[in-house]
């Protein structure tokens, strides 16, 4: 059974692209594959904590060996349905959105997570897939995101700091090829996304074809903040405590409706985003040109090969 890896990044479009899988699983099911998706993988015992367990000497042990016999129990019974090709998509394989921002940092512990999780494949994955974003988009995008779920630090503390961060997209990927150096790497970029999700998904895959397969139904990410909404939400934090998220969008919505018609704000400074924007370009041409013989998935130019 060939393993294939879809490891996000965080705000690039996970979603949508295990959407378009799990909502073609009939179809797929008959070419003999099967996703997990998040809630799968993070339900079985011990999955989630394995990363964080491997640096407590302590706990390691007794988490490993849950984790093992679920995970091996589980692909088995997967193997024997007839499933030929599984894909495990989880983006917090490679780190989480919340450490990163608050930390200044991008996915420093990657390579570490990787190699704990690669010990319970029981072979390396025939692919790993991974979609990049600009950096400024890729920094507001998961900030509002996490500020939907739970209080954080005003982003005009933690902006200036984040322009400066030098790890980025090619040093992510280095390390994904020196944990799976034997597996081919798949790399599409987010802003290319839209109207090619069935696309993209076939690459990940391996699939060939499109045949009978239809776009995700649902609008992933419909309720998302806008930097407009930044004030409101840390005053609603603020005045609901430990409120549900029905409150919480209640009184934003009460909020963006005394809002009707203001500019959003900017969230970098005007001078930070051409640098970040040409950084991102430089990374995106790297990949183009055969940085670490990673092949960047170009969907206007190749999908017409599906």
């Not at 959407?19 to 079985?44: H, M």
């Not at 072979?123 to 779920?149: C, H, N």
Request: hydrophobic fraction near 40%; include cysteine.
């Amino acid at each position: 059974m060939d393993i294939i890896l879809h490891i996000g990044a965080h705000r690039c479009g996970s979603t949508a692209v295990e959407r378009v899988i799990s909502q073609n699983a009939r179809v797929l099911r008959e070419d003999g594959v099967e996703i997990w998706p998040p809630k799968v993988l993070r339900a079985i015992p011990g999955f989630t904590g394995l990363a964080g367990a491997a640096k407590k000497a302590g706990q390691r042990q007794d988490l490993l060996m849950t984790a093992a016999e679920a995970l091996a129990e589980r692909l088995q019974r997967t193997e024997a349905s007839g499933v030929r090709t599984l894909i495990w998509s989880e983006e917090n394989l490679i780190g989480g959105m919340y450490e990163n921002l608050v930390r200044c940092g991008f996915y420093e512990n990657a390579a570490s997570r990787l190699d704990v999780y690669a010990a319970f494949l029981p072979a390396p994955p025939t692919r790993v897939a991974l979609a990049i974003r600009s950096y400024e988009a890729y920094w507001v995008s998961a900030y509002l995101y996490l500020l939907g779920q739970r209080p954080m630090p005003d982003f005009a503390n933690l902006a200036e700091s984040l322009a400066r961060v030098e790890r980025g997209w090619r040093d992510l990927i280095a390390d994904v090829q020196t944990v799976f150096p034997d597996s081919e790497i798949v790399i599409w970029q987010q802003e290319q996304l839209a109207g090619n999700e069935i696309g993209i998904a076939c690459r990940l895959i391996g699939r060939t074809h499109r045949t009978r397969l239809a776009p995700a139904m649902a609008n992933v990410n419909a309720t998302r903040l806008t930097p407009g909404d930044m004030a409101a939400m840390h005053r609603i934090h603020a005045e609901t405590g430990n409120g549900t998220g029905r409150e919480r969008r209640h009184a934003l919505q009460a909020d963006r409706a005394e809002r009707t018609g203001r500019p959003e704000p900017e969230m970098f400074a005007a001078q930070t985003i051409p640098a970040l924007k040409a950084r991102y370009e430089r990374d995106v041409s790297a990949l183009q040109n055969g940085f670490g013989g990673v092949q960047l998935f170009t969907p206007g130019k190749t999908e017409a090969l599906l």
